[in-house]
T-cell receptor, first 113, second 112 residues
Framework: GAGVSQSPSNKVTEKGKDVELRCDPISGHTALYWYRQSLGQGLEFLIYFQGNSAPDKSGLPSDRFSAERTGGSVSTLTIQRTQQEDSAVYLC???????????FGAGTRLSVL | SQKIEQNSEALNIQEGKTATLTCNYTNYSPAYLQWYRQDPGRGPVFLLLIRENEKEKRKERLKVTFDTTLKQSLFHITASQPADSATYLCALDEGGSYIPTFGRGTSLIVHP
């Protein structure tokens, strides 16, 4: 079936604007993750959703970052009042919770000018 | 503090040779370890998973070893090909959280 889909693939915004990034996980996958990857850096965990449980938000860098997952499927990551240091690739992954093998989307490359 | 170390320098090898990549960790007690491949502009792709009670795992030309005493995993690609050129990431999970921690990855370049 279809893999993890992310949109947009690229987003250029001005400092101070809000952005929304979308992730459509693999059907049936109960777990969904958001990561951030800066140039030459590893994957920085942001937030984790598992079924109907409260999300693990321990990786969110500031209160400008938030995410929701509607109906246990599509997720939106929102960054308010974007800063230049928010520029990075934002990756979404989904998995069957008991297997923990992650299937990643291609990412959204965010550039804050 | 917890740390995962992968060689930040690119590994350059000749086609046909065996590539060996290293993942070292400290202050973790991983229940399992995963290896992913990432190509430029793409998300990581899962390759192999090895559990703490397994010493070795193989899949086609790939082999992973896991030494919990040395706190190290080695990832081998035999008969390497230019198409194997990519960044390889290791990820550790201590089993309780379902949130693996990723290393920064090592770039592999296979020369024809």
């Amino acid at each position: 079936g279809a893999g993890v889909s992310q949109s947009p693939s690229n987003k250029v915004t001005e400092k101070g604007k809000d952005v929304e990034l979308r992730c459509d996980p693999i059907s049936g996958h109960t777990a969904l993750y958001w990561y951030r990857q800066s140039l030459g850096q590893g994957l920085e965990f942001l937030i984790y959703f598992q079924g109907n449980s409260a999300p693990d938000k321990s990786g969110l860098p500031s209160d400008r970052f938030s995410a929701e997952r509607t109906g246990g499927s599509v997720s939106t990551l929102t960054i308010q009042r974007t800063q230049q240091e928010d520029s990075a690739v934002y990756l979404c992954a989904s998995s069957l919770h008991y297997k923990n093998i992650q299937y990643f989307g291609a990412g959204t490359r965010l550039s804050v000018l | 503090s917890q740390k995962i170390e992968q060689n930040s320098e690119a590994l350059n090898i000749q086609e046909g040779k065996t590539a060996t990549l290293t993942c070292n960790y400290t202050n973790y007690s991983p229940a399992y370890l995963q290896w992913y491949r990432q190509d430029p502009g793409r998300g990581p792709v899962f390759l192999l998973l090895i559990r703490e009670n397994e010493k070795e795992k193989r899949k086609e030309r790939l082999k992973v070893t896991f030494d919990t005493t040395l706190k190290q995993s080695l990832f081998h690609i035999t008969a390497s090909q230019p198409a194997d050129s990519a960044t390889y990431l290791c990820a550790l999970d201590e089993g309780g959280s379902y949130i693996p921690t990723f290393g920064r990855g090592t770039s592999l370049i296979v020369h024809p």
